[in-house]
């Protein structure tokens, strides 16, 4: 198994009734890639704390502001060349 495969089955992998086998392949490709084990540590955290506070609420003028800016950047990079 690969990064790539182990990325795919990520959210089975963080299932709690994943099948046994795609596991222990996991495990496997998690003990010796360590990019994959932080990918994977920073999903299951983000799963705990999101568990933890639950679902919340944008206040209505944040959500506004956030929706505005993306706007402006989304035109601004389809009338600007990719650049890196």
């Keep these: 198994m690969d990064c790539t495969e182990v990325l795919e089955q990520l959210s089975d992998y963080l299932d709690a009734e994943a099948r046994a086998e795609l596991c222990r392949q996991i495990d496997a490709h998690l003990a010796r890639c360590s990019r994959c084990q932080v990918h994977v540590d920073t999903v299951r955290k983000t799963i705990l704390l999101y568990h ?30 990719y650049r890196d």
């Design 52 to 81: 933890i506070d639950g679902p919340s609420e944008t206040p209505v003028r944040v959500s506004a502001d956030l929706q505005a800016a993306l706007a402006r950047e989304y035109g601004r990079a389809h009338r600007e060349p």
